[in-house]
C-alpha cells in the first residue's frame, strides 16, 4: 500500500488519540473557570501553525519546545509550546478540521501575563477561536 493511501488511516487514528489528551484536562478546574489548568499534553487544533505561534508566543508568553516535522505525512504540524512546564500542543491539518464544540484552554501562570491577584481572570481568543483563560495569580505566590 502507498504512503498516499495510508494518509487517511494514520490521520484518523491521531486525531482520536489527541481529543483523549486534551478531554483528560477538563477533570479538575482549580482557579481556572472554563477548563482545567493546561499543560503541554493538551492539544488545540489551529489552521495557521505560524500565526498560532506567533500569536501564543505574543499574548501568553509561550516559547517553541518541540516541532514535529514527521506529522508532515499526514499533511499535519505538530509543535508543542510552553513555559515552565505549561503549555499546549498545537495541531494543524492540511485539511479543514471541524470541530463540534468551541476549544478551551486555561493558562495558570505566577505573574505575567496572568492578572494580579483579586483581579478578574482574562479571557482571550485566539485566531481560530479558541478561549484562552488566564486566571489571576495569588498574592501569596508574588515576590
Same mark, same amino acid.
Given at each position: 500500500?502507498?504512503? #498516499?493511501?495510508?494518509?487517511?488511516?494514520? =490521520?484518523?487514528?491521531?486525531?482520536?488519540?489527541?481529543? !483523549? $489528551?486534551?478531554? %483528560? /484536562?477538563?477533570? +479538575?478546574? %482549580?482557579?481556572?473557570?472554563? *477548563?482545567?489548568? &493546561? &499543560?503541554?499534553?493538551?492539544?488545540?487544533?489551529?489552521?495557521?501553525?505560524?500565526?498560532?505561534?506567533?500569536?501564543?508566543?505574543?499574548?501568553? @508568553?509561550? *516559547?517553541?519546545? +518541540?516541532?514535529?516535522? *514527521? *506529522?508532515?505525512?499526514?499533511?499535519?504540524?505538530?509543535?508543542?509550546? @510552553?513555559?515552565?512546564?505549561?503549555?499546549? &500542543?498545537? !495541531?494543524?491539518? %492540511?485539511?479543514?478540521?471541524?470541530?463540534?464544540?468551541?476549544? #478551551?484552554?486555561?493558562?495558570?501562570?505566577? =505573574?505575567?501575563? /496572568?492578572?494580579?491577584? =483579586?483581579?478578574?481572570?482574562? $479571557?482571550?481568543?485566539?485566531?481560530? %477561536? &479558541?478561549?484562552?483563560?488566564?486566571?489571576? $495569580?495569588?498574592?501569596? #505566590?508574588?515576590?
Amino acid at each position: 500500500m502507498s504512503r #498516499r493511501r495510508l494518509r487517511p488511516i494514520w =490521520g484518523a487514528v491521531i486525531a482520536p488519540l489527541l481529543c !483523549l $489528551f486534551a478531554q %483528560g /484536562a477538563e477533570a +479538575e478546574l %482549580g482557579p481556572c473557570m472554563t *477548563a482545567a489548568p &493546561t &499543560t503541554p499534553n493538551v492539544v488545540v487544533f489551529v489552521s495557521d501553525i505560524d500565526k498560532s505561534i506567533r500569536w501564543y508566543r505574543s499574548n501568553i @508568553g509561550l *516559547a517553541v519546545e +518541540e516541532n514535529w516535522n *514527521a *506529522a508532515a505525512r499526514l499533511d499535519s504540524q505538530v509543535v508543542v509550546m @510552553g513555559r515552565n512546564g505549561i503549555g499546549v &500542543t498545537l !495541531l494543524a491539518s %492540511g485539511r479543514p478540521v471541524k470541530l463540534p464544540d468551541p476549544q #478551551r484552554v486555561c493558562f495558570v501562570f505566577e =505573574g505575567p501575563p /496572568a492578572p494580579s491577584s =483579586g483581579s478578574p481572570p482574562l $479571557f482571550l481568543t485566539d485566531p481560530d %477561536g &479558541t478561549s484562552v483563560e488566564l486566571p489571576s $495569580f495569588p498574592a501569596s #505566590r508574588v515576590n
